[in-house]
Nanobody, 127 residues
């Protein structure tokens, strides 16, 4: 299984970026996928997640600004980030659980619920 993120980069405060995550090498789709971020010296935190049935879940810090979506035909996960803030600066990771260990009605935001991770893409927001 491989998850490959792209779309990171630099943006001004108030700007937008769109992250993509291409998934490959799996037999059965993960029940849910998510975006996580980790800033230097901080723990990895969940940003947004989406269930295979379309239900979404967002961290309070990004509600109303970020939108997670998926294109099942392209096996691609997206994160549209608007109204970016300097506090959004971090390495962003795409994650899934292709082992299908658990089924959650609401897709989780805890890293421990995921066992497949991408290599990350850096997002830097300047004021």
């Amino acid at each position: 299984v491989q998850l490959v993120e792209s779309g990171g980069g630099s943006a001004q405060s108030g700007g937008s970026l769109r992250l993509s995550c291409a998934a490959s090498g799996y037999t059965y789709s993960s029940y849910y996928m998510g975006w996580f971020r980790q800033a230097p010296g901080k723990e990895r935190e969940g940003v947004a997640s989406i269930h295979i049935e379309g239900r979404t879940n967002y961290a309070d810090s990004v509600k109303g600004r970020f939108t997670i979506s998926q294109d099942n035909a392209k096996n691609t996960l997206y994160l549209q980030m608007n109204s970016l803030k300097p506090d959004d600066t971090a390495m962003y990771y795409c994650a899934a659980d292709f082992s299908r260990r658990y089924y959650y009605y609401i897709p989780p935001l805890q890293p421990i619920q995921y066992n497949n991770w991408g290599q990350g893409t850096q997002v830097t927001v300047s004021s």
